[in-house]
């Protein structure tokens, strides 16, 4: 049984040339699809999908940088906030020739104020707060509000109050020790 493409060529619609067109065109798809044409297609795909991973790893990667950016706008927002509180409630008049002595961390600093200034440390009714190397003696309602904000400002914050405890039998009643003992 002779093939059709023999068929055409005996009844005279075909040519030799076009016979071998269509050889030559067969040949090349079938090596073609057991070569590559389906890892082409497969490479395409891979590509697509490294394109689609690396956008969403961008993405990912400025959202994070977004994040730190507003992180730090709130810090320095929180900060000048802290400042511009203390500043404009910082108590005025307190510089003095007593000594008041605090810790910063590990370090004990000594603070210059008056009597009032002193007494008012000690019952609680001021406060020590600290920002840029600079302490401001501020009232203990204002150090309420900055320690909702920042808690490591506030250097001294005593809960004390001026009521002395007496005991009627104590023979050393007469000779209360002070709280802030000079030496």
């Known amino acids: 049984m002779a093939s059709l493409q023999d068929q055409l060529l005996k009844a005279g ?8 067109q269509a050889n030559t065109d067969k040949r090349k798809a079938k090596k073609q699809k057991k070569s590559g044409v389906k890892l082409e297609d497969n490479l395409q795909e891979k590509v697509q999908q490294d394109l689609i991973k690396n956008k969403a790893e961008k993405q990912a990667k400025d959202a994070e940088l977004n994040n730190q950016k507003k992180q730090l706008l709130l810090e320095k927002e929180q900060l000048l906030r802290i400042e511009q ?14 000594t008041y002595n605090y810790t910063a961390g590990a370090v004990v600093k000594k603070l210059f104020v008056n009597e009032v200034a002193q007494k008012a440390l000690i019952n609680g009714r001021l406060a020590l707060c600290s920002l840029n190397d600079i302490t401001y003696i501020v009232t203990s309602e204002t150090a309420e509000k ?8 506030i250097l001294l914050k005593n809960d004390k109050v001026d009521t002395p405890d007496v005991v009627e039998d104590d023979p050393y009643a007469d000779f209360q020790i002070p709280d802030d003992l000079m030496w």
């Open 13 to 20: 619609l075909s040519t030799k040339q076009k016979a071998r």
């Open 85 to 98: 509180i203390l500043k404009h409630h910082s108590v005025p008049g307190t510089n003095g020739e007593l």
């Open 146 to 153: 900055i320690a909702t904000i920042d808690q490591t400002v």
